[in-house]
């Protein structure tokens, strides 16, 4: 079998994580717009999601810029290949962060206590789903309207409660897109991580996973059968 070309991999990664920030705006607004080079909102996205996303290397840094609103707290740009220079706009890299992969069908190991994983079903689910991911409280950030086949929020749970949590996302690419995956202080990190995975295997048995970590968290993901593929950097807006 051919190995997949790590540029290819890198496009589908952006592209899929565009596309779930892009459903996780809707739910509060207008979409955002998709261009050959970038994803980007006009108007001013939720917290904690990017205002534009790079999609192909070589955006226009300025032309970027001026298709986002930096007028709000918070504006930030996902510079999906690491290639901007946003300093002239008045951005300031946040963080920086690799692009990771898994093949399809990789045997996924299991490691530390077993948790019962489900899949969020309703408006109700989804609220603990949430509250268990901020550590505190539902805000609504994630609209009730998002769960369904595309789109899977994952809960891990131990003696009926929420301990851990991912979402897989299955964009218009050949890849699933995993995010915002959580493990409080009781559930061993690796054991999310596989159960995870497992979950999103019996979803869509055929289709690599794609997401980004850095720190910690990338090291737990390589230790899980991911391979990092390339960097990016979110920019936040201060001047």
């Known amino acids: 079998m051919t190995a997949p070309d ?22 509060h607004g207008p979409a955002g717009a998709f261009a050959p080079d970038a994803w980007a909102s006009a108007r001013r996205t939720p917290p ?6 790079t999609l192909a290397p070589g955006a226009p840094a300025a032309a970027l810029a001026a298709r986002i ?20 706009e008045g951005f300031e890299v946040l963080f920086e962060a690799r692009w990771i992969h ?7 190991a ?3 206590p077993r948790l019962e994983w489900a899949a969020v079903t309703d408006a109700a689910g989804l609220e603990d789903w949430e509250a268990a991911w901020d550590g505190e409280r539902s805000t609504g950030l994630f609209h009730p309207g998002l769960p369904g086949r595309d789109i899977v929020f994952l809960a ?3 003696g009926g409660r929420t301990v851990a949590g991912a979402v897989a ?23 999310v991580w596989a159960g995870a995975l497992t979950a999103i295997a019996a979803r869509w048995p055929e289709l690599p996973v794609v997401g980004y970590e850095s720190g910690d968290d990338l090291d737990a993901a390589v230790r899980a059968g991911f391979t990092p593929i390339g960097p990016l950097r979110v920019w ?3 001047a």
């Not at 790590?6 to 739910?27: H, K």
């Open 6 to 27: 790590p540029r290819d991999l890198l496009l589908a990664a952006a592209r899929d994580n565009a596309e779930w920030c892009d459903a996780v705006v809707r739910g």
């Open 48 to 53: 904690l999601y990017p205002d534009a996303v």
């Open 69 to 88: 609103d930096t007028g709000g707290p918070g504006c930030s740009v996902k510079d999906s290949f690491a290639d901007l220079d946003l300093a002239g």
């Open 102 to 108: 898994r093949p399809a069908a990789a045997p996924v």
């Open 110 to 112: 299991a490691a530390g």
């Open 156 to 158: 891990g749970r131990a």
């Open 169 to 191: 996302h299955r964009g218009s690419g050949a890849v699933v897109g995993l995010s915002n995956l959580f493990a409080h202080d009781d559930a061993d990190t690796d054991a």
């Open 236 to 238: 936040l807006h201060t």
